[in-house]
C-alpha cells in the first residue's frame, strides 16, 4: 500500500468460547448445527456492560471476527471451495473462505442471552466459531435491512445435504456419560455437527480410515460405512483428550 | 491490549465512488434508496479480476468496510440513536452507529455488473456508503445463511417512515439540465435519499431553516413546509459546487 492508505489497527473487543477446538469439523456456516452454544466475552477495555445495552432487544446478532488461525497467510486471488468438491476455482471475493487480503469473518447466530455479571457476555447458539476466535465487532441482526427477500445465489442456492449419523454402542455410552458429568447433550449436537459432513468432498470414501475431530476436551473419531447401499458416518467412540 | 493480543492491521482492499460526497443525508441503511448506484474500484495490490470470478452469480453482496471520517475518533460504550429521537441511550453494539471500538461498517447492496476492464470494479446499487469509503472485504451474500426468517429486532422493527419530497419549479429545472447532461434520474434519485428525511428526529420542524446536502458534485437544498397539514420535503434548488 502507499503511504497515503496505510490501513487500520483493529482489536478484539471480545473472544469466543466454543466447544470447537480445531477447525476440521465445524459446519461451513452458521446455524447448521443450531444447538452449539457458546459465549462472547467481552475483552479490556471493551468489557463495559452497557455497551450491551438492549441488544437483548435483537433475537441475531452479526459477528464480524478474525480467521485468526490464519490471519497471517498470504492471500490468493482464487480458492477452491471444498463445497464445489474442490475442483472449482472462484475468486476470493466471490467465496466466504478463510484465506483472505484481510482475514476477516462474518456469521449471524442467535442471541441467547446477555449476560452481565460477572462480567459482560453473550450467550449463543448455531455458532461456527473456533474456540478463542477474536471477535472485532458485534452488530443486531436488522431484518428489514439484512433479510433481503430477493436474493439469490446460485453457487450456493441451498444448505448443504446432509449424511446420516449413527452412533456405535460404545460412543452412545460415552456420550451418556458426557452428558451425565456435563449437562450437554452430546449426541444431539454430533448429530447435527457431523451431519454436515466434515470430510472433503473430493476425499472417496474409504471405510477403513478413522477420522477424529476435537470437541470440548472430547477426541470424537467416526468412520464410514455402507447401510443400504447409504454411506453413513459411524461414531466409533468420545474419548477424553489426553491433558 | 496486551501484548498477547496486539491488534490486527487490515488494509484496504477497494474504494467506493459514490454520489454522497458528505454523511448528512445518506440514507441510515443500504437499500432504502435503491437507485443510487455506485462503483466499488478494487485497489493495489488487490486489483485482480480473478479475485471476483463467481461473484456474478449472486444477485448482492456483503460490503465489510471502514467509517473512515470516524475511525480516529475515541468509542463510547453508549451511543443515542437519531432513529430513537435521539434521547435515548443504546449500547453500541445493539446499534450499527458508525462510533465504535473499531469503525467497522457492514453493507448489503445489490450487484449490478462485475467490471473487469480497464480495471476490475463492481457496480452496485442501495449504496450507502460515502465516496471514497475503504472496502476491506467483499462476500457474496448467501440466501440460506444469511436471509434469517425467524429474527426480530424490537428496536428497529420495520423501516422508518418516510417524508413527502416535493421539488420547487426551480429544482425541477436544475434536475432536468443535470440528467440531461449527466444522464443521471436525478430528481428520482432525490425523492428516494430524501424520503429518509435526513433531519435529525429530534429536531423540531422549522420553516424558515434552509438544509443542503452534497450530492454528486452539486449542492441539493431543501427546507421543510406543511401541506394539508403534513409536514413535506420541499427542495428548493440543485447547484453546482464551487469548484
Not at 466475552?41 to 468489557?47: G, I, K, N, T
Not at 439484512?146 to 450456493?156: F, G, Q, S, T, Y
Amino acid at each position: 500500500m502507499s503511504t497515503e492508505q496505510p490501513g487500520y489497527h483493529i482489536e478484539p473487543i471480545a473472544f469466543v468460547r466454543s466447544p470447537y477446538r480445531e477447525k476440521f469439523g465445524i459446519p461451513r456456516q452458521p446455524q447448521l448445527a443450531p444447538d452449539v452454544e457458546a459465549i462472547i466475552e467481552l475483552a479490556a477495555p471493551y468489557d463495559r456492560g452497557e455497551a450491551l445495552t438492549g441488544l437483548e432487544q435483537s433475537s441475531h446478532i452479526w459477528l464480524q471476527f478474525i480467521f485468526h488461525h490464519t490471519a497471517d497467510k498470504a492471500w490468493k486471488p482464487t480458492v477452491r471451495p471444498p463445497r464445489l468438491g474442490g475442483n472449482r476455482r472462484l475468486g476470493v471475493f466471490a467465496t466466504r473462505a478463510t484465506h483472505r487480503p484481510n482475514a476477516l469473518g462474518l456469521s449471524v447466530v442467535k442471541l441467547l442471552e446477555v449476560i452481565t455479571s460477572p462480567s459482560p457476555a453473550l450467550r449463543i447458539s448455531g455458532c461456527d466459531l473456533l474456540d478463542g476466535t477474536p471477535i472485532v465487532d458485534i452488530k443486531p441482526y436488522i431484518p428489514y435491512v439484512d433479510r433481503v427477500e430477493e436474493a439469490h445465489n446460485l453457487i450456493a442456492s441451498e444448505a448443504p445435504a446432509l449424511i446420516e449419523v449413527a452412533l456405535s454402542e460404545r460412543a452412545k455410552e460415552d456420550c451418556a456419560r458426557f452428558e451425565q458429568n456435563r449437562g450437554i447433550a452430546l449426541a444431539k449436537l454430533l448429530r447435527q455437527i457431523l451431519a454436515q459432513d466434515p470430510k472433503p468432498a473430493y476425499q472417496p470414501f474409504n471405510e477403513s480410515r478413522i477420522y477424529g475431530m476435537k470437541l470440548f476436551d472430547q477426541n470424537v473419531t467416526w468412520r464410514y460405512r455402507q447401510n443400504n447401499q447409504q454411506w453413513q458416518l459411524w461414531v466409533v467412540a468420545i474419548s477424553p483428550l489426553e491433558a
